[in-house]
């Protein structure tokens, strides 16, 4: 018979994470029976802490991350394109941490796990407090609104408020954990969200010949959509599927980086090193990099190998966008402590002006969108996938429900308006504007989601110029060759660099009840972009996901 044996599934092994105390106010060791000790928490206490927390992941970033960012900018062997992402979003980093523009304009779902030591008292609904926090930060900060209610299976309406938040509360019951609480914040946007995959395998990939190219194939399909570079995590086994789903989101966020190095019989996650910087080479050699093209498509890769059932093999991925928004809390009884974020992103900045930062190069095309749109189309027409543009003029603005009402009027015999026919469309939803500001964070959003739409509304003129983030489906390059349209990819991530710099005037042309999903009319100047798909049949992204890549030798096509 085995010996009895138990060990955490996930056993951290320590906290090294710097924490800022907020106020020793709403917490209070008292005695119970027998002597005992417990902390008491003021149901004001979480609210606070709830709401501190929101605020600063949406303008703050860790100072680690943003030390990975300036290092693309030293490194000689990045691409030109990976160092403009990198310096991008580092002015985005420095308008954001001046507390006005969110970082990125899907302010996200509000996400809190909380883990309750034995001897911690609350009052009431512990999950309620932090949900009020959540609704205090997302109604009175210049934040977006992004949670739909259902009110059938068909039909849905924005709760106008981003809650409800996602809020896991559990026992903890380590020895030495008695009077402490501990949290993780989180703000996760959809574009990030839609990239975590479930891949059930058995045992067959097992082995480094085959797990390398199963890992290559899957890091391939997440496309650049979701904002690289990532902070990427990957997990292999599992006791269930939702365990490693959650194990990969908790390691893209760094959340589990204390777990040891090896495994033992007591059957415990553990991270594995070696395949972490082999799956990052591999990250490096695959061409993608920081959205178009280059070296960095991650910035670090999380790997980690838990228990299994013998006959399943999860195999999840998740990843941490460029906006990586996350903070560790905790209450004991000394106070209420939240991660000290990054304020001062500004230092980071390499040793040119802002102005540099931000003005197009030599080689950078000005397209000016007061033109006809064959005049535009023309222009662009004239250069090949990868050239950098710059757009200068009216923009309308359009994502998933009002593209869907612009197929309704079709289906019912209606014209599309002129709008649609006679400007470039941008798939986004905007944050709310602040007091003073001509825009709130206003970044682009997926343009897969959108890819059903193009064929149709391109037969009827529309949509003959879009522009959005990440890569798109065979249908939308056939489309484009067809009639004549293209697909221009913005940068995924700065949304409040393009509301600082770039967006001069915002207006609303229609459906103003579905509020962020409205449709509305934007001035641009300088807004950056690059040619993705044009009218020939060309794709930036062509061939991004075959599979092709021997560790230890870069393909000749490293760089697009």
Same mark, same amino acid.
């Given at each position: ?78 691409? =030109? ?84 938040? #996602? ?165 004991? =009884? ?146 484009? #060759? ?62 991004? #996901? ?15």
């Amino acid at each position: 018979m085995p010996e009895f044996m138990y060990k955490d599934m996930l056993p951290s092994q320590g906290d090294p994470t710097e924490y800022r105390l907020l106020t020793t106010e709403g917490v209070e060791v008292v005695v119970g029976p027998d002597g005992e000790e417990f902390l008491k928490v003021a149901p004001e206490a979480l609210e606070l802490l709830s709401r501190t927390a929101f605020h600063d992941i949406s303008h703050y970033l860790r100072t680690a991350h943003l030390e990975q960012v300036a290092k693309i900018l030293d490194d000689p062997e990045a691409s =030109p394109n990976d160092r403009f992402v990198a310096k991008t979003l580092l002015r985005n980093a420095y308008i954001s941490a001046q507390g006005i523009l969110p970082m990125c304009q899907d302010t996200g779902t509000a996400i809190i796990s909380g883990k309750r030591g034995q001897h911690v008292l609350t009052a009431g609904c512990d999950e309620e407090s932090l949900a009020k926090g959540v609704f205090d930060a997302y109604t009175n900060l210049n934040l977006r609104y992004s949670q739909n209610a259902p009110l059938s299976m068909f039909e849905e309406v924005n709760t106008g408020s981003n809650l409800p938040a #996602q809020i896991e509360l559990a026992a903890d019951t380590a020895r030495g954990h008695e009077l402490s609480y501990k949290f993780l914040f989180m703000a996760k946007g959809g574009g990030s969200a839609n990239k975590s995959y479930l891949y059930q395998e058995t045992k067959a990939i097992l082995n480094e010949a085959a797990l390398m190219p199963f890992l290559e194939a899957k890091i391939r399909s997440l496309g650049t959509a979701a904002c690289p570079p990532y902070h990427l995590g990957i997990v292999v086994g599992g006791t269930s599927a939702e365990f490693a789903l959650k194990t990969a989101k908790y390691a893209s966020a760094h959340y589990l980086d204390e777990l040891p190095d090896h495994g033992g019989k007591e059957g415990y996650g553990f991270r594995d090193h070696d395949i972490e910087e082999k799956v990052l080479e591999l990250t490096r050699q695959i061409g993608i990099g920081a959205q178009f093209g280059g070296k960095y498509f991650c910035h670090d890769v999380r790997v980690i190998r838990l228990p299994r059932h013998g006959a399943s093999l999860p195999v999840a991925i998740s990843v941490s966008c460029s906006a990586d928004r996350q903070a560790r809390a905790k209450i004991t =009884p000394e106070g209420i402590f939240l991660e000290k974020l990054e304020t001062d992103p500004g230092r980071f900045y390499p040793a040119q002006s802002e102005v540099e930062l931000g003005a197009p190069s030599e080689e950078t095309i000005h397209i000016d969108l007061n033109q006809p749109m064959e005049v535009i189309r023309a222009q662009l027409s004239r250069y090949p996938v990868k050239t950098r543009v710059s757009l200068s003029g009216p923009i309308i603005v359009a994502r998933d429900i009002a593209h869907a009402k612009l197929r309704e009027r079709l289906e019912a015999g209606e014209e599309l308006p002129a709008y649609v026919r006679d400007h470039p469309i941008y798939y986004a939803g905007p944050a709310k504007t602040p007091e003073g500001k001509a825009s709130g964070s206003f970044g682009p959003t997926t343009a897969g989601r959108m890819d059903s739409y193009v064929d149709l509304l391109q037969s009827h003129g529309a949509s003959m110029v879009m522009l959005a983030k990440g890569n798109r489906s065979q249908q939308v390059t056939d489309a484009c #060759q067809k009639w004549g349209g293209f697909y221009l990819g913005s940068i995924g991530g700065p949304a409040a660099q393009l509301a600082e710099d770039c967006i001069k005037k915002v207006e609303l042309v229609e459906y103003p009840e579905l509020g962020m999903e409205a449709i509305w009319r934007i001035e641009v100047e300088d807004f950056p972009a690059f040619i993705i798909v044009d009218d020939k049949g060309n794709d930036f992204f062509a061939h991004s #996901q075959e599979v092709s890549v021997t560790l230890g030798k870069k393909p000749e096509t490293a760089v697009l």
